[in-house]
């Protein structure tokens, strides 16, 4: 398995942070000092939730790809399941608690879902679902990711598949669609007045104002700037701060003038290797403010950072589980990583070595060199193997 964990989702107690492995299937606590094993759910694999909600002494956690709606008691150690029907690619991409409801709004789900913490009815609400949704969509991608706005008892979410931002109220369920600019978006976040919201893919950052319907686009990204997807976004002290999923840098938009400029002390971070203990290949596969502190975990870098931008401190550290537990423990390893290393090794070699001397291969080295530490250490695990023959015949 991977040396380190890392979370798509997570709950911070007064005591632990509780998460949900990334890319497996196990419940960990972490007290500051140790990450300790729980237990295992009853289903595997990447990304199985996006969020934990306690509520008394239960952890219920929010299905992504999980084909169900976990229950952990924390008294009693018992972890209950309870099917909601998955029919797609995935579920829901965020929850938010509202009373005795969690409402988990969807991934590819067909309507946001209603759970009752005390007795578990699940009710699912799809009239947001309408023409007016149909007119704005773009594609069959994701109807939300994991950002959105509240004020109050309403909640305002940019649509991926649709130029379109939902308006929904918590207290009566009403809802309403906004015909937002023309392409569909990753992250949204308000300075008061004005929603600011990130491209899904490529194109323009794009504010909007709700009371007057003004909407205007941003295009001026900084140097070497690379689309790609965000993870989320919020608004302080006169900025936006978005961060990347596939996109290479973290944008930090002037909403006095429009001004986009890379963050650059998250570089290292945005620009580090897919490696083999890598939990995705991703910059930050997570992201959320609490009051002055925002948390993320990192894909590439397997990291939990802590920003405080009034002050511009990082800290970082990594979640390492005990000699003990990983005996206990496994995740599978990443094939697509695997496929993708082994490739570089290959592709990179017979170009280089064929049309260069010895700078090239040094420059061979220099790029790749990681990567061929590691696959001579999987081999040296292996018994009765020649590892010469077992490389060379990996890059022939």
Same mark, same amino acid.
């Given at each position: 398995?991977?040396?380190?964990?890392?979370?798509?989702?997570?709950?911070?107690?007064?005591?632990?942070?509780?998460?949900?492995?990334?890319?497996?299937?196990?419940?960990?606590?972490?007290?500051?000092?140790?990450?300790?094993?729980?237990?295992?759910?009853?289903?595997?694999?990447?990304?199985?939730?996006?969020?934990?909600?306690?509520?008394?002494?239960?952890?219920?956690?929010?299905?992504?790809?999980?084909?169900?709606?976990?229950?952990?008691?924390?008294?009693?150690?018992?972890?209950?399941?309870?099917?909601?029907?998955?029919?797609?690619?995935?579920?829901?991409?965020?929850?938010?608690?509202?009373?005795?409801?969690?409402?988990?709004?969807?991934?590819?789900?067909?309507? +946001?879902?209603?759970?009752?913490?005390?007795?578990?009815?699940?009710?699912?609400?799809?009239?947001?679902?309408?023409?007016?949704?149909?007119?704005?969509?773009?594609?069959?991608?994701?109807?939300?990711?994991?950002?959105?706005?509240?004020?109050?008892?309403?909640?305002?979410?940019?649509?991926?598949?649709?130029?379109?931002?939902?308006?929904?109220?918590?207290?009566?369920?009403?809802?309403? +669609?906004?015909?937002?600019?023309?392409?569909?978006?990753?992250?949204?976040?308000?300075?008061?007045?004005?929603?600011?919201?990130?491209?899904?893919?490529?194109?323009?950052?794009?504010?909007?104002?709700?009371?007057?319907?003004?909407?205007?686009?941003?295009?001026?990204?900084?140097?070497?700037?690379?689309?790609?997807?965000?993870?989320?976004?919020?608004?302080?002290?006169?900025?936006?701060?978005?961060?990347?999923?596939?996109?290479?840098?973290?944008?930090?938009?002037?909403?006095?003038?429009?001004?986009?400029?890379?963050?650059?002390?998250?570089?290292?971070?945005?620009?580090?290797?897919?490696?083999?203990?890598?939990?995705?290949?991703?910059?930050?596969?997570?992201?959320?403010?609490?009051?002055?502190?925002?948390?993320?975990?990192?894909?590439?870098?397997?990291?939990?950072?802590?920003?405080?931008?009034?002050?511009?401190?990082?800290?970082?550290?990594?979640?390492?589980?005990?000699?003990?537990?990983?005996?206990?423990?496994?995740?599978?390893?990443?094939?697509?990583?695997?496929?993708?290393?082994?490739?570089?090794?290959?592709?990179?070699?017979?170009?280089?070595?064929?049309?260069?001397?010895?700078?090239?291969?040094?420059?061979?080295?220099?790029?790749?060199?990681?990567?061929?530490?590691?696959? +001579?250490?999987?081999?040296?695990?292996?018994?009765?193997?020649?590892?010469?023959?077992?490389?060379?015949?990996?890059?022939?």
């Amino acid at each position: 398995m991977n040396a380190y964990l890392g979370f798509q989702c997570c709950l911070e107690t007064s005591h632990a942070l509780w998460f949900s492995s990334f890319r497996g299937k196990g419940l960990f606590r972490y007290d500051g000092k140790k990450v300790e094993h729980i237990l295992d759910f009853e289903e595997e694999g990447n990304k199985l939730f996006t969020g934990i909600l306690k509520y008394r002494e239960k952890l219920i956690f929010t299905p992504l790809v999980s084909k169900k709606i976990y229950i952990y008691d924390v008294a009693s150690g018992e972890l209950k399941g309870i099917p909601y029907g998955l029919t797609g690619m995935s579920g829901f991409s965020v929850s938010v608690p509202y009373g005795q409801y969690l409402y988990m709004f969807p991934s590819y789900y067909p309507g +946001i879902l209603r759970l009752n913490v005390e007795t578990y009815a699940l009710e699912t609400m799809d009239s947001w679902i309408n023409g007016q949704l149909e007119n704005c969509r773009i594609s069959e991608d994701a109807y939300f990711r994991g950002d959105y706005v509240r004020d109050g008892d309403t909640l305002y979410f940019s649509l991926c598949n649709a130029h379109a931002v939902l308006e929904f109220h918590l207290d009566n369920g009403q809802s309403a +669609i906004h015909n937002v600019g023309e392409k569909g978006y990753s992250t949204i976040a308000s300075d008061g007045q004005r929603f600011w919201m990130a491209p899904r893919r490529s194109g323009a950052i794009v504010s909007w104002d709700p009371v007057t319907d003004e909407r205007a686009e941003y295009q001026g990204y900084p140097e070497g700037y690379q689309h790609g997807g965000f993870v989320g976004s919020f608004y302080e002290n006169g900025y936006v701060w978005m961060f990347p999923e596939t996109a290479n840098q973290v944008l930090k938009v002037d909403t006095e003038t429009g001004r986009i400029e890379e963050d650059k002390s998250f570089s290292d971070i945005c620009h580090h290797k897919w490696l083999g203990d890598s939990l995705w290949n991703a910059a930050f596969v997570y992201m959320k403010k609490d009051g002055g502190r925002v948390l993320l975990c990192t894909g590439r870098s397997s990291e939990i950072v802590a920003f405080y931008p009034a002050i511009n401190e990082i800290k970082s550290f990594r979640l390492e589980l005990s000699d003990e537990d990983s005996l206990h423990y496994q995740e599978a390893p990443d094939e697509r990583y695997v496929l993708f290393r082994n490739k570089k090794i290959r592709k990179t070699f017979s170009n280089e070595s064929d049309r260069y001397g010895i700078t090239g291969y040094a420059e061979y080295i220099a790029e790749c060199g990681e990567y061929i530490e590691e696959y +001579i250490a999987e081999k040296r695990d292996m018994r009765d193997l020649d590892i010469g023959r077992a490389i060379y015949k990996s890059i022939i």
